[in-house]
T-cell receptor
């Protein structure tokens, strides 16, 4: 149980285009989902926290207009990188918190490459 | 501000040897402490966590960690490493009553047969 999936696992897009990454909790309901960014050989940096049915809370320094987060249901959150640039290339990881539990369950990540 | 330091970027051990991965944190009170393992193509998996109580915490896959308040440390240990333990290990700290986790930079474990 407690599986989180991400789609796609890898995506290559051209500079200036937008790309959407999906995060789904497969066997539990998640009122809260988190989006992280991981640079090579570096730590995971929390980008934003999304709660179902409400606006996401972004961490300081994260551009909310560039990284659009939607948490439309208890099992799905999406991250859209708008007008992507090469510096947005990174590994994006989502996690979901099961209702009533303190643990976060992590997805396998999405490798974004912007050319 | 909260922070987590994992001093060892890369550790290599022989299979069957003991292992200790270091983690030091900075936080004003007793935080929630976690160890995660990340294998290629897989999400981070929780190995163990400390919220309160007994400072020696047992986790999955034979791992344990000890919370030492005086040293602000939460080191991960395993008495005998298996080749399948090769992965990236992350220590994380969370403030009680919040959802946020602060991760260390990770330690890559390589296991030789």
């Amino acid at each position: 149980g407690a599986v989180v999936s991400q789609h796609p696992s890898r995506v290559i897009c051209k500079s200036g285009t937008s790309v959407k990454i999906e995060c789904r909790s497969l066997d539990f309901q998640a009122t809260t989902m988190f989006w992280y960014r991981q640079f090579p050989k570096q730590s995971l940096m929390l980008m934003a926290t999304s709660n179902e049915g409400s606006k996401a809370t972004y961490e300081q320094g994260v551009e909310k207009d560039k990284f659009l987060i939607n948490h439309a249901s208890l099992t799905l959150s999406t991250l859209t990188v708008t007008s992507a640039h090469p510096e947005d290339s990174s590994f994006y990881i989502c996690s979901a918190r099961d209702v009533g539990f303190d643990e976060q369950y992590f997805g396998p990540g999405t490798r974004l490459t912007v050319t | 501000a909260q922070s987590v330091t994992q001093p060892d970027i890369h550790i290599t051990v022989s299979e069957g040897a003991s292992l200790e991965l270091r983690c030091n944190y900075s936080y004003g009170a007793t935080p929630y402490l976690f160890w995660y393992v990340q294998s290629p193509g897989q999400g981070l998996q929780l190995l163990l966590k400390y919220f309160s109580g007994d400072t020696l915490v047992q986790g999955i896959k034979g791992f344990e960690a000890e919370f030492k308040r005086s040293q602000s440390s939460f080191n991960l240990r395993k008495p005998s490493v298996h080749w399948s333990d090769a992965a990236e290990y992350f220590c994380a700290v969370g403030a009680p009553n919040t959802d946020k986790l602060i991760f260390g930079t990770g330690t890559r474990l390589q296991v030789f047969p």
